[in-house]
């Protein structure tokens, strides 16, 4: 019953994103994805990460098959497009094996088999479909919030010392090696997620059941959540609002070398293209969420957690896509969802409500503040600075003990009773 609400809700909602997108004469997340079936997909790795996800209710032998029919298909298209000159892209066979196994599914398995079978095509299509729908709300972003709240958040900035502006400097110096590495980083980041929850749902075929919780599903839902924060916060970023890449829009041509200059911040309007998405830093949330799940894995996981945390931040930063406000709203947002889904898992409790509560509000703090505080967070730092990260570190410390608590305690085997001597 659950996973078909979630489905009906999905689809529900991809609908209404498709008729948004065609309002607006450009086509939506339903229709692109269907492109991808005949045309050059715009991420292989995405779609073969998706038929990972997929292929953990498959047996071995199944997963060999899979991987198989995919790489064929693909190898196929290559030389079809490469025969009429088209755009070269690979993915569409790994695409191509998650829909067959729908049909699979329904045609071919009865009862709970069907059922597990169903449940991997809808998480595999569900990263895809959440990649899609994340596109076409940047692009209602753009189109419905000609205002950008920009120069409030740049303002507030200062009392962290503005480190987008630091960070741009840094990975200028470091050249064009730093900058390829932190810039797959930043663009393979769910790919990175999938290798996380490969991990985590390597069991499902064997146990013929998902896990209550993994990440996938936290993944998803700040996706899904994120955006509408851009409708209520538009923010551009630094390189944008205040570098070349505004053109005419950018208040000047100042990051990364010049420091947003003080002053009474307003709203300044910007283009029609350029999406909303930087309040909160959802690269930020998601590489937080990654962090969080790989600490229950193996060494090489948990280091490579911590390395996409790290990269991802100094990407976000570095590039000039976010404000260090926004990376600080980023860990709360990404927390606090992590804290709902945890306690939606095993059931509401005091202490879930309280660290979700705490979260939201601490959250609804950083924005209000962001955007009525300015001017008064750049006149006193030394205040709002350490206030700021204080408010980040105590959702942090609240979520931490609060799930250590959550954890299940081991159980110490009973020790048999001696029996005495006979004598």
Request: net charge positive; glycine share 10%; hydrophobic share 55%.
């Amino acid at each position: 019953m659950l996973w078909a609400t979630v489905s009906v809700v999905a689809l529900g909602f991809l609908v209404a994103l498709e008729i948004a997108a065609r309002h607006y004469g450009l086509p939506g997340p339903i229709t692109n994805q269907a492109k991808e079936v005949i045309f050059a997909p715009k991420s292989g790795p995405l779609l073969y990460a998706s038929m990972a996800l997929m292929m953990v209710v498959l047996t071995w032998r199944e997963r060999f098959i899979a991987i198989g029919c995919a790489v064929g298909i693909d190898v196929v298209f290559f030389f079809v497009r490469w025969a009429v000159d088209a755009k070269m892209m690979f993915g569409n066979g790994a695409l191509w094996v998650i829909l067959g196994c729908a049909v699979l599914a329904v045609t071919r398995r009865t009862g709970q088999e069907r059922i597990l079978l169903l449940k991997g095509v809808g998480l595999g299509l569900l990263l895809v479909a959440g990649r899609k729908t994340g596109d076409t709300w940047l692009l209602i972003t753009s189109k419905t919030r000609p205002a950008v709240l920009d120069q409030y958040v740049a303002t507030a900035d200062h009392a962290l010392g503005n480190p987008s502006w630091i960070a741009g400097r840094i990975v200028k110096a470091t050249g064009s090696v730093g900058a390829h590495v932190l810039d797959y980083v930043y663009i393979q980041l769910a790919v990175a997620a999938v290798i996380v929850a490969l991990y985590q749902l390597r069991n499902v075929a064997a146990e013929r059941r998902f896990p209550a919780h993994h990440l996938v599903r936290t993944f998803l839902v700040i996706g899904l959540l994120g955006p509408a924060i851009y409708m209520i916060f538009p923010v551009v970023g630094p390189i944008f609002a205040y570098g070349a890449d505004g053109g005419h829009w950018a208040v000047a041509d100042l990051w990364p070398n010049t420091p947003v200059p003080g002053g009474a911040p307003h709203h300044m309007a910007f283009d029609e293209f350029t999406p909303r998405n930087c309040m909160p830093s959802l690269h930020t949330a998601w590489a937080t969420t990654i962090f969080i799940h790989s600490r229950k894995g193996p060494r090489i996981l948990r280091i490579a957690g911590a390395f996409w945390l790290i990269a991802t931040l100094g990407a976000t930063l570095g590039f000039g896509y976010h404000y260090g406000a926004d990376i600080i709203a980023g860990v709360v947002f990404a927390l606090t969802i992590e804290a709902a889904l945890r306690s939606l898992a095993r059931g509401w409790d005091r202490s879930g409500i309280q660290l979700v509560a705490y979260g939201t509000a601490v959250f609804t703090a950083l924005l209000v503040s962001y955007r009525y505080l300015p001017v008064e967070m750049a006149g006193h730092p030394w205040l709002f600075g350490p206030l700021l990260v204080l408010a980040m570190v105590s959702v942090i410390y609240g979520f931490v003990r609060t799930t250590r608590v959550w954890e299940p305690k081991a159980v110490p085997a009973r020790q048999p009773e001696l029996q005495p001597e006979l004598v």
